[in-house]
């Protein structure tokens, strides 16, 4: 893109981080999380949940945390982002926690985070 003068948009870097997250590849995904602050896309929520979802499936819980504390919409996706995160890397207790945090920081869960809980709680 940047020999044809061409500049990546948020769909750009959400795609290229997806496959970051596919290919487990947390180094390829933390230049391009680089790569998205330099070009001003650090605040596009989208964007960062992204980001946090290839940390938390890459099993880089911290670098998640850190992208979740940032997120300035909360919404359901990014909490169930985290929960995932910390299950699948078998935090359990952990993935508990923060569906208690989401309840009281006043998010509403959706059906897909009342299935993990419950999973985590089986």
């Known amino acids: 893109m940047a ?3 061409l500049k990546p948009n948020s769909s750009t870097f959400t795609s290229l981080v997806q496959v970051c997250t596919v290919l487990e590849d947390v180094l390829m995904g933390s ?21 946090l979802g290839m940390y938390s499936s890459c099993g880089d819980l911290e ?14 996706v990014a909490w169930n982002t985290m929960i995932v995160g910390s299950l699948r890397n078998d935090k359990i207790e952990d993935g508990l926690i923060l569906f208690r945090s ?21």
């Open 31 to 51: 230049l391009l999380h680089s790569q998205i602050i330099k070009l001003g896309f650090s605040g596009n929520v989208v964007v960062q949940t992204s980001v």
């Open 63 to 76: 670098s998640a945390r850190r992208i979740f504390e940032c997120v300035n919409d909360g919404d359901a």
């Open 102 to 122: 989401m309840l009281m920081y006043g998010v509403d869960p959706t059906q897909f985070t009342y299935s993990m809980v419950l999973n985590a709680c089986s």
């Open 3 to 5: 020999s044809e003068s």
